[in-house]
């Protein structure tokens, strides 16, 4: 299992490609809660994957006004055609050059077979790591334990 | 491991006894082809758990990816306030490959149910909040796809093939 950053530490700082043509900075998000959701790989065969699960719970995410981060691998044509065709209505972050190199700063990193952990991480708005979850790789996490970490923020 | 935060009640749907020692829950998407998979599954444990197991099914639609889901989730909402919520709910999984609104429509007239009512409820999102509230609730238990299977209030993490849950169901009966 990896050394996943544990609440209480300050949320490395990154800046990775959200889309082909546009990046996103973590900094540039404080003043609001922010969701990493770590996973392995686009293109999971089943229905209700946890990105299209967190799809779905959008708003009440957003009920916290927090900000959703979806991080893996693949590369950003990948997660264009992914995000497209699962209709995602929030960003997927492209960690693909240094491979992996965020999930390695979170401690989320699968070094044999190079992909990310199922990890998430609340961020308070100050960027604090506030709660901090890795999930059993072939266990989609759900979305309680996150809505639970929001509601404990401090206000 | 997940746990139910929201229990079986009585505005619920349920089949079997009250009493029954085994209190299977799931949470479905009518449009979801892996619930249409279950659902001959599940009629097949009723048959074999009899009295013994209870059975309430909640909606989960996942609307992004199924253009259907949320109409059939409201269609058979619709229909449970005619008393017929289970008659809906396995002609909508028979008829799983056909969705549409004129299919739900053709549903509700071969229940003899108000088709115009039922376009007016789905038109207006008359069930849309009661669905919601299933949704928002088996997000708060843990709910990670569909289907979502809840046994005596725990989360099964297993496949859900008839053995595995057939022992899930022993297993949490104390066989």
Redesign the interface.
């Known amino acids: 299992m990896s050394n996943i950053l544990p609440a209480g530490t300050p949320a490395p700082d990154f800046t990775l490609h959200a889309t082909p043509h546009q990046t996103l900075t973590l900094k540039g998000l404080r003043g609001r809660p922010v969701i990493l959701a770590f996973y392995p790989a686009d293109w999971s065969p089943v229905c209700g994957d946890q990105m299209a699960l967190y799809n779905e719970v959008l708003p009440e995410f957003q009920r916290f006004t927090a900000v959703l981060l979806g991080i893996s691998v693949d590369g950003v044509w990948c997660h264009a055609a992914f995000s497209r065709d699962r209709k995602l209505h929030f960003p997927l972050l492209a960690d693909f050059e240094p491979k992996g190199g965020v999930a390695k700063l979170y401690g989320v990193f699968r070094d044999g077979e190079g992909i990310a952990e199922r990890a998430l991480f609340v961020i308070d708005k100050n960027g604090t790591i506030r709660w901090s979850y890795c999930s059993p790789i072939a266990v989609n996490p759900g979305a309680d334990g996150i809505l639970e970490a929001l509601e404990n923020l401090p206000k | 491991m ?1 746990k139910l ?1 929201v229990p079986v009640g009585p505005d619920d749907h349920v089949q079997g006894p009250a009493a029954a020692p085994i209190t299977l829950v799931e949470y479905g ?1 009518y449009e ?3 619930c249409g998979h279950a659902y001959p599954i599940i009629k097949a444990l009723q048959k074999r758990f009899g009295k013994q197991l209870r059975f309430a099914f909640q909606n ?1 639609p ?5 253009p259907y889901a949320e109409a059939a989730a409201e269609t058979a909402e619709f229909a449970a306030t005619h008393g017929k919520f289970w008659e809906m709910h396995d002609l909508i999984f028979e008829n799983q490959n056909s969705l549409s609104e004129q299919m739900f429509g053709e549903l509700a007239q071969s229940l003899t149910l108000d088709r115009q009512a039922l376009t007016e409820a789905l038109r207006s999102g008359a069930f849309a909040e009661r669905v919601r509230i299933d ?2 609730g088996g ?8 289907p979502t299977f809840f046994i005596n209030g725990q989360r099964h ?1 297993g496949d859900f093939e008839l053995e595995m849950l057939g022992q899930a169901i022993n297993k949490a009966a104390g066989k």
């Open positions: 997940a935060k998407d979801c082809p892996h989960f996942l609307r992004e990816i199924h949704f928002s997000v708060r238990s843990g709910v990670n796809g569909t993490d």
